[in-house]
């Protein structure tokens, strides 16, 4: 389930019409939905046999500022120009290989200790599992899960495998269809990443064999860095709520995400005043650890 460099190319060049970048056709039929490839290598300023290869995968000697001129004819953002370095420096056969278990940096625990239970955090690893979160977070994304649950790292809830498999997690978002897509394309952008990262290739295997809305948005292609965002929720303890999420990252550990979640109006911070109150009340009241 890696994406190839040539098939992130191909994708992004059938998006992009003649019209779109200023190229005449005069009429005449075309057999591609986008840009030919000689037509992208003029524009790039590298001959077809050249760009030919990239799509191809052969990047081995592809200069920054040749792939920088291709996102440009291509017109990827930001995160996309990444994601097409990301896949150019990869090696044409990459083995799959088990990591090391995710162990998030006593400098992010920290700061969730920081927050306290008066705002829902979590702490999310590179593939989206839970690492931490405190007792807010969890009774705000996932109270149906044993709060214990991310000090085994076999217990560790997936927040996508959730997203896409769990009736009462797909319940629990209203704007489910606005907010699946960003977790595909953030999982695409992490296979980028990390093309050798077995445990990564299993769950996106996992995902695309039991949910077809799952398969049907990895296979658009779409890369994006989720940061930040709105999630509008149906709660079974609060109800409905409009809750910002905002995602920091420390430098000690750039695979590791610390989310917070903030009201977007009066009528969400009283929901999760209340929320905050019943976790209080809960057993403990720190955020949990790994052991």
């Known amino acids: 389930m890696v994406q190839r460099l040539g098939e992130f190319l191909k994708n992004r060049r059938d998006r992009i019409t003649p019209a779109a970048v200023g190229l005449r056709t005069y009429g005449t039929p075309r057999r591609v939905p986008g840009l030919r490839r000689e037509e992208l290598a003029q524009l790039a300023g590298v001959s077809t046999g050249y760009y030919t290869r990239l799509e191809q995968g052969q990047a081995e000697t592809a200069s920054e500022q040749v792939l920088d001129a291709v996102a440009r004819v291509l017109r990827l953002d930001e995160i996309e120009t990444a994601h097409l370095h990301n896949l150019a420096r990869q090696p044409a056969n990459p083995g799959l290989s088990e990591p090391p278990e995710e ?14 239970d008066a705002t829902p ?11 931490a979160w405190n007792h807010s977070g969890h009774m705000l994304i996932a109270e149906h899960v044993a709060f214990d649950s991310p000090r085994d790292p076999a217990r560790r ?29 953030y999982l695409r952008l992490t296979a980028g990443r990390y093309p050798t990262d077995a445990r990564l290739a299993r769950l996106i295997g996992e995902l695309s064999m039991r949910s077809d809305e799952f398969a049907t948005m990895w296979a658009t292609g779409d890369v994006v860095d989720c940061t930040v965002g709105d999630m509008r ?17 420390q430098p000690d550990s750039p695979d590791h ?9 009066p ?25």
Do not use: C, K
């Open 233 to 249: 929720l149906r709660h079974p303890t609060i109800g409905a709520a409009s809750v910002a999420y905002q995602v920091w990252l």
């Open 121 to 131: 955090a979590i702490v999310l690893g590179r593939r989206g599992d839970v690492l």
């Open 157 to 185: 809830p997936s927040i996508p495998r959730m997203f896409f498999l769990d009736p009462l997690t797909r319940d629990l978002y209203r704007n489910w269809d606005e907010l699946a897509p960003v977790h595909v394309a």
């Open 103 to 116: 162990t998030p940096h006593p400098r992010v625990l920290a700061l969730l200790d920081s927050l306290g």
């Open 267 to 291: 009528s969400s911070a009283d929901a999760l005043r209340i929320l905050t109150q019943q976790s209080l009340q809960a057993e403990g009241t720190l955020p949990l650890r790994p052991r």
């Open 257 to 265: 995400r610390l989310e917070i979640y903030t009201p977007n109006d």
